[in-house]
T-cell receptor, first 114, second 114 residues
Framework: DARVTQTPRDKVTEMGQEVTMRCQPI?????VFWYRQTMMQGLELLAY????????DSGMPKDRFSAEMPDATLATLKIQPSEPRDSAVYFC????????????FGPGTRLTVL | AQSVTQPDIHITVSEGASLELRCNYS??????LFWYVQSPGQGLQLLLK??????LVQGIKGFEAEFKRSQSSFNLRKPSVHWSDAAEYFC????????????FGKGTKLSVKP
């Protein structure tokens, strides 16, 4: 049963620290999405990639967030430096990227910045 | 601008009762429409989707949704709710130009009374 995996599942850190979240998309999927979910804002798209190239990262605060795909099996989302307002659940999703295509979500990383 | 509205933030129904969750969208082109479900502590899972053909779509777990173009709606229904259906439900929309990107509604939390 193919699924998207994310690590770590939970992360507690202090303000100012660097945080790296990792995602392994489903094998064969060429599109990867990063979302952030909070009670106040709901589900927000941060960035997405097609064939490892960034297509849109307009939802991401550029000064502290960065997203990359070092290879087809790994996507990373990094926050440096982290701030308490970054506390949220971060989801990765993957898919084939066509219109109407299903996005398959990972279990999420719950980030708490103290 | 494209948007998805889920008017109900929280709905409570009794087990065995019928359910309808509302979703309205604002989209210029022919939309692709999705319903996802999120159980506590989990990622989102696809329930069903519509992009052409029969406007009544069947999904997993006994759910169905009906696309009504005249009302710009895609409401989710289930004839008899089970306690395990308690979760948060998200409506999402995409189109042919979206490259797989979706716009999600804010979600409706469903509680089920015994």
């Amino acid at each position: 049963d193919a699924r998207v995996t994310q690590t770590p599942r939970d992360k507690v850190t202090e303000m100012g620290q660097e945080v790296t979240m990792r995602c392994q998309p489903i094998l064969g999927h060429n599109t990867v999405f990063w979302y952030r979910q909070t009670m106040m804002q709901g589900l927000e798209l941060l960035a997405y990639f097609r064939n490892r190239a960034p297509l849109d990262d307009s939802g991401m605060p550029k000064d502290r967030f960065s997203a990359e795909m070092p290879d087809a099996t790994l996507a990373t989302l990094k926050i440096q430096p982290s701030e308490p307002r970054d506390s949220a659940v971060y989801f990765c999703a993957s898919g084939l990227g066509g219109p109407g295509d299903t996005q398959y979500f990972g279990p999420g990383t719950r980030l708490t910045v103290l | 601008a494209q948007s998805v509205t889920q008017p109900d933030i929280h709905i409570t129904v009794s087990e065995g009762a019928s359910l309808e969750l509302r979703c309205n969208y604002s989209y210029g082109a022919t939309p692709y429409l999705f319903w996802y479900v999120q159980s506590p502590g989990q990622g989102l899972q696809l329930l069903l989707k519509y992009f052409s053909g029969d406007t009544l779509v069947q999904g997993i777990k006994g759910f169905e949704a009906e696309f009504k173009r005249s009302q710009s709606s895609f409401n989710l229904r289930k004839p008899s709710v089970h306690w395990s259906d308690a979760a948060e439900y998200f409506c999402a929309v995409g189109d042919e130009g979206s490259q797989g990107n979706l716009i999600f509604g804010k979600g409706t939390k469903l509680s089920v009374k015994p």
